[in-house]
């Protein structure tokens, strides 16, 4: 199970820790957040079953109904959400955090985060941050790279020539994402990303020369932290008993979590670029994207020829 700590959230966020001594390596589980106001409303049944947690976030309702109640109801109408489950609070819109609630914070740990940002700006940023970080991840072997907008992860056995093909795409101008292992989470069904582990990242290593910053010897242009993964390349020694798609009716498939990426296999031969040819498969795929088909289009051209050859 991958957890984040308060501290991480903060960090990676630069929100404002308004009680440095409060528990800041409290652990995040739980990908939602939870807006409390029923909460302090005095309905928490459900908190207490479901939501509790969660990562509170006070926003702009929130605030001004505490702002209007007593300090003694206050106090009553916020305990509930300082509790051992309790991640964190989140004060939106930079409102100033009550003196009622510091002082809970200092009773009970549970830390106060405090943002500069708007309440749905927040909502959104730190649900999409804890999505990506507590999402399950499988690592694969390989190179990802952004070609023309599309992810593409090239696979295939040792020193077939990946990490190569990977250095051709960058200097072809196209961005780096992950050489070696490729650790992929699924952020939705249709949708994988794949990013680099924190050591690897912007490192690429070249049979015969070692390893290189791509961002130092080509530019910040050459490297993207993640990407959506749509076509897998895998690349294979050319075999001459092996029949290969010419046309490109067929369509393979491979997947991924449960996520259906497309796949193409590419014949490894010498003479052959497979950095042109992995650029030309991006283009192509990204036609289909958007309505084109070039093998269909050339068949239903070439079945009209035959009809009216027959006629």
């Known amino acids: 199970m991958n957890t984040v700590t308060i501290q991480d959230l903060a960090n990676a966020l630069n929100l404002e820790i308004a009680t440095p001594d409060a528990e800041l390596n409290r652990t995040i589980e739980e990908t939602f957040l939870n807006r409390p106001g029923m909460e302090l409303m005095g309905f928490d049944d459900y908190f207490q079953k479901e939501i509790k947690a969660r990562v509170q976030l006070i926003g702009t309702k929130e605030w001004n109904f505490l702002a209007s109640l007593s300090t003694t109801e206050l106090k009553k109408r916020v305990s509930l959400l300082f509790n051992a489950a309790t991640p964190a609070l989140i004060f939106a819109n930079n409102y100033e955090v009550p003196h009622v609630v510091l002082e809970l914070s200092k009773e009970t740990g549970v830390p106060i985060l405090k943002s500069k940002n708007r309440t749905s700006s927040v909502f959104a940023t730190v649900f999409n941050y804890l999505q990506e970080e507590l999402a399950v991840t499988e690592s694969y072997h390989g190179v990802l790279v952004d070609v023309n907008g599309i992810g593409v992860m090239i696979t295939g056995k040792s020193s077939i020539g990946k990490s190569e093909t990977g250095l051709g795409l960058i200097r072809r101008g196209h961005q780096l994402v992950a050489d070696d292992r490729i650790d992929i989470f699924e952020k939705e069904v249709g949708m994988v990303i794949g990013r680099a582990p924190e050591i690897l990242k912007k490192f690429i290593e070249i049979r015969g020369i070692g390893i290189i910053n791509v961002v130092e010897m080509f530019g910040a242009g050459a490297y993207r ?3 959506r993964i749509t076509l ?51 283009i192509n795929h990204r036609l289909k994207l958007m309505g084109y088909h070039a093998a269909e289009d050339f068949t239903n051209q070439l079945d009209q020829f035959i009809a009216g050859k027959s006629k």
């Open 225 to 227: 932290d993640s990407k």
């Open 232 to 282: 897998v390349v895998e690349l294979e020694d050319w075999s001459q008993e092996k029949e290969y798609n010419r046309i490109g009716l067929a369509e393979e498939t491979v997947r991924i979590f449960e996520t259906d990426v497309a796949k193409i296999t590419i014949p490894v031969k010498t003479g052959r670029s497979i950095a042109s040819l992995i650029e030309v498969a991006a």
